[in-house]
């Protein structure tokens, strides 16, 4: 899901001029198997009672939230789980559940991480673009041997209690984060979500993660053509 700066590369680097040479992926469900940030939080509930606590007693707020909104009520639960996490502890929580995620077995899709390494032996410029928190996904992708990889991710930022959701990179919000790097076309983008039409009606092929018939078919009629389907393991 989401940390303090966005990232600001040189806009050249991802300019129209190599737009044929633009590959992005998403993390969650296409490198990664599950939700990276989503275990973390779960990791900070199970590893403190403090926190279950805690999160017994925003209950009420929790419950008020969930009526109107399901994203409010997610970050309610995720600002309890970062409650009394400055900037500096918080990297060394996340770095540290990062570190512990890539000895987990099958983990990650090594068919996606090698249709990456590819993309990258080739000469193309690969973007990570996630809904998943920068420094946890930094720190994975480093640790599986690609740290020079540019990462467009959600972010936080430091609070009175602790670190609190900034930037939530989802939807419509890749697309403006991109264009802000300047990076406003793309030949190839990967995905498992319909959540990212915006990432993929901008590229010149959509490629489908392991999506189900009914989802590749929503996905191509809201496209109005065909996408690639890919099942990786």
């Known amino acids: 899901m989401f940390t303090g700066e966005t990232n600001h590369a040189p806009a050249q680097a991802g300019s129209d001029a190599d737009a044929s040479r633009t590959v992005l992926f998403d993390f969650d469900g296409v490198l990664f198997q599950g939700d990276a940030f989503g275990l973390f939080i779960q990791h900070r509930y199970a590893g403190s009672p403090i926190y ?14 969930s009526v109107f909104s399901r994203r409010l009520a997610s970050r309610a639960l995720i600002h309890v789980a970062l409650c009394g996490l400055g900037a500096q502890r918080y990297q060394v929580a996340a770095e540290a559940f990062a570190d512990e995620l890539v000895r987990r077995p099958r983990q990650f899709y090594r068919d996606g991480l090698s249709v990456l390494r590819r993309h990258l032996a080739e000469g193309d410029q690969v973007i990570v673009v996630t809904g998943c928190e920068r420094i946890l996904v930094t720190r994975l992708l480093s640790q599986l041997g ?12 430091p609070g009175l209690f602790g670190m609190r959701v900034y930037m939530h990179n989802v939807g419509r919000r890749k697309v403006q984060n991109l264009a802000a790097q300047g990076v406003t076309g793309w030949r190839l983008a990967y995905s498992d979500s319909f959540q990212d039409m915006p990432m993929l009606k901008q590229a010149g092929e959509a490629v489908l993660v392991n999506g189900t018939p009914k989802l590749c078919k929503r996905v191509e009629k809201a496209l109005g053509r065909a996408v690639t389907r890919v099942a990786w393991y």
């Open 52 to 65: 279950k606590f805690l999160a017994i007693l925003c209950l009420p707020w929790w419950l008020l939230c």
């Open 146 to 157: 690609l740290p020079e990889l540019r990462i467009v991710a959600s972010q936080l930022k």
